[in-house]
């Protein structure tokens, strides 16, 4: 079963988690459900890019073909759906960050982000991102602010090893005093 880091902020509080396709299925879901206009993108600091697809409709993953689709529907209507192989999911985000908004006030802020890597040989990523456009005045600047802010929290953390093998740190066990006080 795929596991991957899944970096959380939540105000600068900061932490990694494992995340399996089937909770990073369900987070995506609940979103979509609960904002009727969820928007949809990409993001890239190295390009310093960040394009909006438009609102997304579906999203889903199929582990059994090693594949996670998201279906969106674009600015002039038509849907659209982008495919990726879920073995190249390297990591997923969420931040979450309370804003003060000239027009609303202090409102809470979400942008959930998901990347994968681009062929095998390279460093190259795509990073989609998910947020409700009528949370704050102007989402666009928060989700990329907030890339800036998250995108490498849970990048130095490997699921990949399991068990006791997975922690490099071992604690002596040598009972204090043993060798006399």
Not at 82 to 94: D, F, K, Q
Not at 95 to 114: E, M, N, Q, S, W
């Amino acid at each position: 079963m795929k596991v991957f880091p899944h970096g959380y902020v939540v105000n600068f509080q900061e932490t990694a988690r494992e995340m399996y396709p089937k909770d990073l299925d369900a987070k995506l879901k609940k979103a979509i459900s609960q904002c009727k206009n969820l928007m949809v993108g990409t993001i890239s600091i190295p390009q310093q890019a960040l394009h909006v697809f438009g609102t997304a409709e579906s999203f889903e993953i199929l582990e059994e073909q090693d594949l996670l689709r998201i279906r969106f529907r674009r600015q002039d209507g038509k849907t659209e759906e982008r495919e990726h192989s879920l073995s190249a999911l390297t990591i997923s985000h969420e931040a979450r960050f309370d804003i003060h908004d000239p027009a609303k006030g202090t409102v809470p802020c979400i942008v959930l982000y998901v990347t994968f890597a681009v062929g095998e040989d390279t460093d190259e990523e795509i990073t989609y991102f998910f947020t409700d456009p009528e949370a704050v005045t102007h989402p666009l600047d928060c989700v990329a602010e907030f890339w800036l802010q998250v995108h490498e929290v849970g990048r130095d953390v490997n699921f990949d090893e399991v068990g006791c093998a997975a922690n490099q740190w071992k604690p002596d066990r040598t009972p204090p005093c043993a060798g006399g006080c």
